[in-house]
C-alpha cells in the first residue's frame, strides 16, 4: 500500500507500507513515544527517516 505522510513544514511524502491505515497509524504512535524517528521505504525503494512529530497527515495514496 502507498501513504502520504504530510508534514508539518507543508511538505508531503510518499511512503510504502505493508500495513493497513489503520495499523499504520497505530504504529507510527507507538514509535513517537520511544524512538521519536521511523524509517519508511519510498515507492522507489529509497529508505527515509522521518521525524514521527512532523508527521500531521496519513491519507492513503
Known amino acids: ?19 493497513d491505515p489503520n495499523a499504520l497509524a497505530e504504529w507510527i504512535n507507538a514509535v513517537c513515544g520511544e524512538l521519536g524517528f521511523v524509517s519508511c521505504e519510498t515507492p522507489e525503494g529509497k529508505s527515509l527517516l522521518v521525524r514521527v512529530s512532523e508527521i500531521r497527515t496519513l491519507t492513503e495514496v
Open 1 to 19: 500500500m502507498l501513504f502520504r505522510l504530510g508534514l508539518s513544514d507543508n511538505r508531503e511524502v510518499t511512503v510504502k507500507s505493508e500495513k
